[in-house]
């Protein structure tokens, strides 16, 4: 059930990353029966061209949300830009079991557009194996 919470949050928080192009869009999430899970949105890699910093974005709407306690940049011993960069003892010494990287590129629909893919890296203090969730724009992989 909180996989899929937190799926669906990040899922929501792209949505509203897309729109931060055109307009401002806030998101609220509200459940007071579930502890905030620790979440670390890594910078995502994006071109010059594309001035927002998405996964800020992402970030502040998911810490608004009280579902989620994000990680601060400043704290995060890597940045990795690739699922095969991941080391999950960074991430557990710092506590957090869901480690989200991405990818922006400008889109092929016209200015403005952008394509967002991320990949949800999760289950580091339950398993030895992450859960890895990929989302690229055009559908799951």
Do not use: H
Request: net charge neutral.
């Amino acid at each position: 059930m909180k996989k899929q919470l937190l799926r669906v949050s990040i899922l929501a928080s792209m949505f509203a990353a897309f729109s931060a192009f055109a307009q401002t869009l806030n998101i609220t999430v509200s459940n007071d029966k579930t502890r905030a899970q620790p979440i670390a949105i890594v910078p995502f890699v994006q071109t010059p061209d594309i001035p927002t910093d998405i996964a800020q974005i992402i970030d502040d709407d998911l810490a608004r949300s009280g579902m989620f306690t994000t990680l601060p940049r400043a704290n995060m011993l890597e940045k990795p830009t690739d699922v095969s960069q991941v080391n999950p003892r960074n991430w557990k010494v710092l506590g957090m079991d869901n480690v989200v990287i991405g990818k922006v590129v400008p889109g092929a629909t016209g200015p403005g557009s952008i394509n967002v893919s991320f990949s949800l890296i999760d289950g580091f203090s339950t398993s030895a194996r992450p859960n890895i969730l990929t989302l690229e724009p055009n559908g799951y992989l």
